[in-house]
């Protein structure tokens, strides 16, 4: 794969939930080692998009690339490829820090003495070495979102999606951890996908945009490029002149549909 390659590419991408339609038909592509960002209001379909990236899903229609494997096809491929860090937190708190980067890493199959290297080796990284046989319930939100990342790193992924990394940590631990994220970027040339709802973030850290709304893809560029298209001051104002300011109860109604299909599903 060449420096200048597309590591993500995805073309008409559809995901239906019976007749819920969660992402509608949707192309675009991410340069290795570049930093995108992927907006949208709730239920917009971004995380349905990430999940169908990441395996998690499998799409309707359209096809997916992710460094080069299909996500459907060669799962197992793909999965080396990425790490991952989730909206809702998935350590075990039960186990320590070192314990959780351990059991990551056996299910890596990494072999031990590099699994142990490189798991001081990011820990030191996250500033987490002293911590590292805490029991990770003791943790603070911050902590918890650093051990993620290190976690999601341990295989060396080419890529790391982070589906709203930042949610719910205050100001100075969310530019702390911007500082790692944009430091590895930098020394290791990793591509790094993520969603916010932090707007500021989203203009500073990504050097491309896309902006999703109703399952649908209707803007692209860089932060200062959709606010020259929007004729606006701020990120914040260019999106919400692309995605209009009125709260999402027909979006939040559809998420309910879909909770309500799975729970009937389960229930069979």
Do not use: C
Request: cysteine-free; proline content about 3%; charged content about 30%.
């Amino acid at each position: 794969m060449s420096e200048t390659e597309n590591i993500i590419e995805v073309e008409h991408l559809t995901k239906r939930f019976g007749d819920v339609t969660a992402v509608d038909d949707i192309s675009f592509s991410v340069k290795r080692g570049e930093r995108f960002a992927f907006l949208g209001p709730n239920g917009a379909g971004k995380s349905t998009t990430i999940k169908m990236l990441t395996t998690l899903l499998t799409p309707t229609h359209g096809s997916l690339k992710v460094a080069g494997h299909n996500p459907v096809l060669e799962p197992n491929a793909a999965r080396q490829s990425f790490g991952i860090v989730f909206q809702d937190p998935s350590l075990d708190e039960d186990l320590t820090a070192w314990e959780n980067m351990e059991f990551h890493g056996v299910l890596y199959g990494i072999e031990k003495k590099l699994r142990r290297a490189r798991t001081e080796e990011l820990l030191g990284f996250v500033e987490l070495s002293e911590r590292k046989n805490d029991y990770v319930r003791n943790f603070s939100g911050g902590m918890k979102r650093r051990l993620e990342i290190a976690r999601g790193l341990l295989h060396h992924p080419h890529i790391i999606f982070l589906d709203e990394p930042t949610l719910g940590l205050d100001p100075q631990t969310r530019n702390h951890l911007w500082q790692y994220l944009e430091k590895l970027n930098t020394e290791e040339g990793i591509t790094i996908f993520f969603t916010t709802h932090y707007l500021d973030e989203a203009d500073r850290v990504a050097q491309r945009i896309a902006i999703i709304d109703h399952g649908k893809i209707i803007a692209t560029g860089s932060g200062d490029e959709l606010k020259q298209q929007t004729g606006t001051q701020t990120l914040e104002d260019a999106f919400l002149k692309l995605t209009g300011s009125e709260i999402r109860h027909e979006e939040a109604s559809a998420t309910d549909r879909l909770r309500a299909m799975g729970r009937a599903h389960r229930g069979k």
